[in-house]
């Protein structure tokens, strides 16, 4: 990221991680601060609470935890769970593990990417859409399966999957 | 001498056909073989209860196998005549397959049932999971009650071993053994954790195993704290399981509410306390070293072993991981004992497996059966074949850790040791069936794409050495392959097994090493003739029909969704260049393999 | 609640089935629909939901309806199990409700299993 792009991203964290927002995160470091290896579900709650973990709001868990940032942001990258950037109003999951795999999945994705011209990892410009690449839901009876917030399609064709897509708006 | 007989008909004296009147046709059976002279020819056998008394009388006839139902002792003189001594099959009393008469057939005759044995799955669709007086009404905490009150943690290492059953995650270590070796650490705070991570893609037992009948596995945590002398344990499950946490978490206050858990268990003094961690999506995290470091608060890293977690584990404190499915075995083996576990299985391998069925078959499910079972009749009798009459191509077992299975080995009998010698592991049990439009090395590419993802980065052979191995099966299935690449696949893997760090390097290979074992000439096609024989590998498909194998039903056409296919009845198939998107459709629709 | 003992395990047992047994338990079906993840993903509760809406309609009391887990046979979900008192349970697959609307009238009410909808009858071998 450039600088101007950090600078910005910044700016829209700023504006999105209200005072409401930390209020509820202090509620949530109060409940765990003094429990050894408790980082890991206070983020997630955090996460449930503002949508995803910017660096301020992961600075303020470490501060919080009275831990290094260093420590915070290590655990916040290793995961797949977490996530550093906002997800769209719909978060599209493509399933990639084995059963999905050998049913072609790998097409479904493909397409996807293409007609929203979109990265896994990224988000729509209108900010309507995310997509993610998961490995195995356990749902491989109805492979390929594709979820959307949260609905499970099973038997998804790759050419029918964006009409499944623009019933969400 | 004992008389060779050459028919033995086996009459059921079960109390509905004997209800029915079964004595008297053994009765009249005997009068007329001794009228027809076959008494020394002919045996006949009462047997106990066959299940099909609405049938009754019902008997069998052996060598034939023959199964008359119905039979009156006014029928048997014609019977006599027609089968013994004319020897053909009396068609009026031949019991008609339910396939051709209107009835639901029963379970003994749908081979997806049939082949099964329910041991860890015992409680599948007996019991609501919310509620836990249906458990308990399934003999449930029964086996936590006996080894609480009535054994000694030694007694109860002894019987666990004495079992024989080995851990269901994947390594298959013997559960007696590994909880022994923790339970003579001493020490005054242990652990005792379950492993609910299932990373594997395609493997879905242990979270049916949590959703389905989560106290089976609370109450084989509470056998194994009680054999270690834990008090206090952690459920690892994965954050994709939204439902198997929410029925962990109200089975564990149920059992709290109960004195099932906390304080003084069944009055008996013994505590235990369990509590549900949800982790945060790491493949790694399923090995135990990583497992811990994650409940610690830290990245799901690896570490060296020795010290083991029987000696040091979680917090630095002897601590025993077992799995999902090992724990849900534990109860029955307490309360029916070690013998009664060990009847079924090979001789390493005791008890039954719960399979995760999935890919190109007919069936998709979940099955346990008992070890040793050979590997066709999973495939072919409970996954009732492969889908759309394609031909069966390979199995994978053991997901990233595993290998592919090739038809030439269908017969293998499924246990630990067998599969092995395969090149692939049992792992926790994903078998995902594939047929002949599964690509090979595009299925080593996509595990590795997957080790190289989800390699947490600490040791080189893992990190730079699986991805150095994507590399050259990336340019593998582009059609840039080079000579030499599969020796070079081979020796790097040889060199990754060999020097990783844990269980995830170590096996990381083995869908690269078994799918050149056994379809080299798959990864021979891509480098040397620029083919992809499974037409999975879009830059090697030329989309050109093939004149020969054109059977110009027009299917092609019929799937295309852009034009490009031209065709007329009667007429080959044409693909217009131009206008292809290279998309496959007519590929799929295709049932004669005639594009290329 | 009370603390349990080893002989209050026992008289659970007991009771559960005195109690939920067909016919002594005051219910003469009982309908048990499968909710494991894949059961739900393939519509399960549309299935729950539709045999709901039938109980209601039809003001019966003796009528038991429980979930239970995964049935095993992923691919023909979504599954449900009914059993009359005195007789096998019968599997049914595949569902919509359209087919369980039928299932209710003809099975549940008049006793008469619907055989196209049906996969197998009785219980699976456990041990």
């Not at chain 1, 995160?25 to 609470?49: H, M, N, R, T």
């Not at chain 2, 069998?60 to 006599?80: A, G, T």
């Not at chain 2, 509410?257 to 003084?264: E, F, S």
């Amino acid at each position: 990221m450039s600088n101007e792009a950090v600078a910005q991203q910044t700016a829209t964290d700023n504006e999105v991680i209200g005072p409401e927002m930390y209020r509820k995160i202090d509620a949530i470091i109060e409940k765990y601060k003094d429990k050894p290896g408790s980082l890991i579900p206070v983020l997630q709650q955090a996460q449930d609470v503002c949508g995803y973990l910017p660096h301020i709001v992961q600075r303020y868990v470490a501060k919080g935890m009275k831990m290094s940032p260093s420590v915070v942001f290590g655990v916040a990258t290793f995961y797949s769970f977490f996530t550093l950037v906002p997800r769209g109003k719909h978060v599209i999951r493509v399933c990639l593990g084995t059963a999905c795999y050998v049913k072609r999945s790998e097409e479904i994705l493909e397409k996807i990417k293409d007609e929203l011209d979109l990265e896994v990892g990224e988000i729509t410009r209108d900010k309507k859409y995310s997509l993610e690449a998961v490995r195995c839901l356990g749902a491989c009876g109805l492979a390929p399966v594709v979820v959307i917030g949260q609905d499970t399609y099973g038997d998804v064709a790759a050419t029918k999957v964006m009409d499944i897509i623009k019933k969400y708006e | 001498m004992e008389t060779t007989y050459r028919s033995n008909i086996m009459i059921c004296a079960g109390t509905g056909c004997v209800a029915n009147g079964s004595l008297k046709v053994k009765d009249a059976l005997e009068t007329e073989l001794i009228k027809r002279n076959l008494q020394k020819e002919v045996k006949i056998v009462l047997t106990g209860c066959n299940g099909f008394c609405a049938k009754g009388p019902v008997m069998v006839v052996y060598p034939e196998d023959i199964f008359y139902q119905l039979v009156k002792p006014e029928d048997v003189p014609h019977l006599v005549e027609e089968h013994f001594i004319k020897g053909r099959p009396v068609q009026k009393f031949l019991y008609t397959p339910p396939a051709q008469k209107d009835a639901i057939p029963v379970m003994n005759e749908i081979p997806f049932f049939k082949h099964q044995v329910l041991r860890a799955l015992r409680n599948r669709s007996l019991i609501d999971a919310e509620k836990i007086e249906e458990y308990i009404a399934r003999d449930g905490y029964m086996a936590a009650a006996k080894a609480l009150t009535e054994m000694t943690p030694e007694q109860i290492v002894s019987e666990m071993k004495k079992s024989g059953l080995r851990g269901r995650g994947g390594a298959g270590f013997l559960t007696g053994l590994k909880w022994e070796l923790c339970a003579r650490v001493p020490g005054d705070i242990k652990y005792i954790l379950c492993n609910g991570d299932e990373g594997d893609p395609g493997a879905f037992m242990d979270r049916s195993v949590m959703e389905a009948d989560p106290h089976s596995v609370l109450e084989g945590m509470i056998i194994a704290a009680k054999a270690i002398n834990a008090h206090y344990g952690y459920i690892y499950v994965r954050a994709e399981y939204p439902l198997a946490v929410h029925r962990l978490q109200l089975a564990i206050e149920q059992a709290k509410d109960r004195g099932l858990l906390g304080k003084d268990i069944l009055g008996t003094g013994f505590d235990l306390d369990i509590e549900i961690y949800q982790g945060a999506g790491a493949f790694v995290c399923g090995e135990e070293t990583a497992l811990m470091a994650s409940i610690e608060g830290k990245r799901g890293m690896p570490r060296a072993k020795p010290p083991f977690p029987a000696v040091k584990g979680l917090w630095m404190r002897p601590s025993v991981l077992n799995n999902v499915e090992t724990f849900a075995n534990v109860p029955p083996v307490i309360l029916h004992g070690a013998d009664w576990f060990a009847s079924l299985g090979t001789e390493k391998s005791k008890g039954t497996k719960v399979f995760a069925l999935s890919g190109a078959l007919n069936n998709i499910g979940l099955v346990e059966v008992p070890m040793g079972i050979p590997l066709k009749t999973i495939i072919y009798d409970i996954g009732g074949g492969v889908k759309n009459n394609r031909k069966f191509k390979a199995v994978q077992m053991g997901g990233p850790s595993g290998g592919c299975i090739p038809a030439s080995l269908i017969d293998t009998p499924v246990d630990y040791e067998n599969i092995n010698k395969t090149g692939a592991i049992m792992g926790s049990g994903g078998m995902v069936v594939m047929d002949e439009t599964t690509c090979m090395p595009a299925m080593a590419k996509f595990f590795l794409e997957f080790t190289e993802d989800e390699s947490c980065g600490k040791c080189v052979p893992c990190r730079v050495g699986n991805k150095t191995l994507l590399t050259i099966l990336q340019r593998i299935t582009s059609g840039e392959g080079r000579e030499g690449d599969i020796e070079l696949l081979l020796n790097l893997s040889q060199q990754i097994k060999d020097t990783s760090l844990c269980g995830l390097g170590q096996t990381s290979p083995n869908p690269v090493l078994t799918t050149i074992k056994y379809f080299r000439d798959e990864y021979e096609a891509h480098i040397k003739e620029h083919r992809c024989p499974a037409r999975v590998c879009t830059p090697l498909v030329k989309f050109v029909v093939d004149k020969d194998k054109c059977k110009k039903c027009g299917q092609c056409f019929r799937a295309c969704p852009t034009g490009a296919l031209k065709w007329e009845k009667g007429q080959v198939a044409y693909i217009d260049p131009e206008k292809c998107t290279k998309c496959k459709s007519c590929i799929k629709a295709c049932r004669f393999w005639s594009i290329d | 609640m009370a603390k349990l003992t080893i002989a209050d395990l026992k008289k659970i047992k007991e009771e559960y089935h005195a109690n939920q047994a067909l016919r002594e338990g005051g219910f003469r079906v009982k309908i048990t629909v499968h909710m494991g993840t894949c059961g739900i993903a393939a519509g399960a509760r549309t299935i729950m939901n539709t045999v709901m809406e039938e109980l209601a309609k039809s003001d019966k009391k003796d009528i038991a309806i429980t979930t239970s887990g995964c049935a095993g046979l992923c691919s023909q979900e979504p599954m449900a199990t009914i059993e009359l008192a005195g007789e096998p349970p019968v599997k049914y697959i595949a569902l919509t409700e359209e087919k369980m609307r039928r299932i209710f009238t003809e099975h549940v009410m008049s006793g008469k299993p619907v055989k196209e909808f049906a996969l197998v009858q009785g219980h699976e071998t456990t041990y």
